[in-house]
């Protein structure tokens, strides 16, 4: 199993470009979630779902859409990059009955 | 809302001490909480964690305590080594619903050599 996986790596972007982040897990869970790290903030919760065709406002939602299609993937959307959106994203599944969150390795993004 | 604060924000202790990290939650709901490492550029991973029906968990060099009355919660590792050094989170969640997690800050432990 591959766990949960995110693509790309590292991205920049300059102010006004859009770009989507995808999150893909193949552990079956029905929860996943978006996060973006910033130093001295910890990890702050943007959007989450709870099953497929479902998706929900976290602490931070402003600036993104997300989409669940599939099960296995969730995908963070940016319409309009700012450089306040500047930070690691986290992407994080778990299944449900369940408490772990099993997270996915980040992606670092740079908006210019 | 709802915050998780955590203590200290960096720590730095000599290999073979001990080293403890203290969180304070706001929501009386919470009844999950666990502890991720996070190494350089990887993500979170979960550690230990310990629900509202225990007082302690313990897991070779790392135990967790949680005082309910109180909403504060420590992560204890003894015998540091170097492959300890890393950023700690704590988090507190209730186990229904979203299952959402709040997050504490972070801790820089440095385990010196």
């Known amino acids: 199993n591959a766990g949960v996986t995110q693509t790309p790596k590292f991205r920049v972007l300059k102010t006004g470009q859009s770009m989507t982040l995808l999150c893909a897990q193949d552990m079956n869970h029905e929860y996943m979630y978006w996060y973006r790290q910033d130093p001295g903030m910890g990890l702050r919760l943007i959007h989450y779902s709870v099953g497929e065709g479902t998706t929900a406002k976290g602490e931070v939602p402003d600036g993104y859409n997300v989409s669940r299609l599939k099960k296995q993937n969730f995908l963070l959307g940016l319409e309009s990059a700012a450089p306040s959106q500047t930070s690691v994203y986290f992407c994080?599944?778990?299944?449900?009955?369940?408490?772990?969150?099993?997270f996915g390795p980040g992606t670092r993004l740079t908006v210019l | 809302g709802e915050n998780v604060e955590q203590h200290p924000s960096t720590l730095s202790v000599q290999e073979g001490d001990s080293a403890v990290i203290k969180c304070t939650y706001s929501?009386?709901?919470?009844?999950?909480f666990p502890w991720y490492k996070q190494e350089l550029g990887k993500g979170p991973q979960l550690i230990i964690d310990?629900?509202?029906?225990?007082g302690e968990k313990k897991d070779q060099r790392i135990a967790v305590t949680l005082n309910k009355t109180a909403k504060h919660f420590s992560l204890h590792i003894t015998e540091t080594q170097p492959e300890d050094s890393a950023v700690y989170f704590c988090a507190a969640s209730r186990t229904s619903g979203t299952y959402k997690y709040i997050f504490g800050t972070g801790t820089r432990l440095k385990v010196l050599a």
């Open positions: 929501d009386s709901a919470s009844n999950y």
């Open positions: 310990i629900r509202s029906n225990v």
């Open positions: 994080a599944s778990k299944m449900a009955g369940n408490n772990e969150q099993f």
